[in-house]
């Protein structure tokens, strides 16, 4: 089976219903994959709902707040970020020092911090695309393998001074 990780708080912005959509949509196509949700928030009553409706509880799980979700997202084939909105994406910058493939929705974020077809996947914001897009990458060992050798030579060294930048803009928020 695949192992497909989103982290991030349960809350209608982070889009994790359109993952079980997704997921909806990846099981219609046969694909066997394990999805951890892993966050807690304000919708996960509303989330754990859409699972148990579209016949998905042996394919997603809700791990609830974890002290430390490297562990998921270094065991994960793909990482995924279906938010509707992600001003700058922190696990998706962790995801990349994992070296994970990432597929995620065109947000301002995203696209920020992901070269489509380089370094990872952008998506359109809809289950349909992002769907599309997890498909697509599992069903390529060319472009995953691709995408990881891409991370893996990356010298992130050289970027402190624009994560600080980053940070610095954050905190003033």
């Known amino acids: 089976?695949?192992?497909?990780?989103?982290?991030g708080r349960l809350t209608p912005i982070k889009g994790f219903d359109l993952a079980v959509m997704a997921a909806s949509?990846?099981?219609?196509?046969?694909?066997?994959?394990?999805?951890y949700f892993v966050g807690d928030g304000s919708e996960k009553i509303n989330i754990e709902q859409m699972i148990f409706e579209s016949n998905l509880n042996s394919n997603i799980f809700i791990t609830?707040?974890?002290?430390?979700?490297?562990?998921?997202?270094?065991?994960?084939?793909?990482?995924?970020q279906p938010s509707y909105s992600e001003s700058y994406g922190l696990t998706i910058t962790e995801a990349k020092m994992l070296n994970k493939p990432i597929v995620s929705t065109?947000?301002?974020?995203?696209s920020e911090q992901i070269e489509d077809g380089v370094n990872g996947v952008l998506t359109n914001i809809n289950p349909e695309a992002i769907a599309d897009g997890i498909f697509n990458l599992l069903n390529s060992s060319e472009k995953i393998n691709m995408i990881k050798s891409n991370l893996e030579s990356y010298d992130y060294s050289t970027k402190f001074e624009e994560f600080k930048s980053i940070w610095e803009r954050l905190i003033q928020v």
């Open 25 to 35: 949509i990846l099981k219609k196509k046969g694909i066997d994959f394990f999805w």
């Open 64 to 80: 609830g707040m974890v002290d430390n979700p490297y562990p998921y997202i270094k065991a994960c084939n793909i990482y995924v």
């Open 106 to 110: 065109l947000t301002a974020g995203g």
């Open 1 to 7: 089976k695949y192992m497909i990780v989103t982290c």
